[in-house]
């Protein structure tokens, strides 16, 4: 969880307060790395899905569909 900050806006007329707002606001820390993964605020984090992409030649649907059952059937 990212660290949580307060900003307050003041303003002021002739000295006298006006309005007031506050803002919160946080800052992510995140890491990118070949060996050891993904990291969000310093904790790691797994990634689950597929690389499925289409390898085929451009062509024709059904060519698409016949690679995707290629990849999909069981071992």
Same mark, same amino acid.
């Given at each position: 969880?990212p660290?949580?900050?307060?900003? +307050?806006?003041?303003?002021? +007329? $002739?000295?006298? @307060? ?23 605020n310093? $904790?790691?984090?797994?990634?689950k899905?597929? $690389? ?21 059937? @069981?071992?």
């Amino acid at each position: 969880m990212p660290a949580l900050y307060r900003a +307050v806006t003041r303003v002021s +007329v $002739n000295g006298c @307060p006006a309005d007031r707002y506050e803002t919160e606001f946080g800052f992510r820390w995140i890491a990118w790395t070949a060996d050891c993964g993904f990291y969000l605020n310093g $904790n790691h984090r797994y990634f689950k899905g597929a $690389n499925v992409h289409q390898d085929q030649r451009a062509g024709a649907m059904r060519s698409w569909q016949s690679g995707i059952s290629i990849v999909l059937r @069981p071992a």
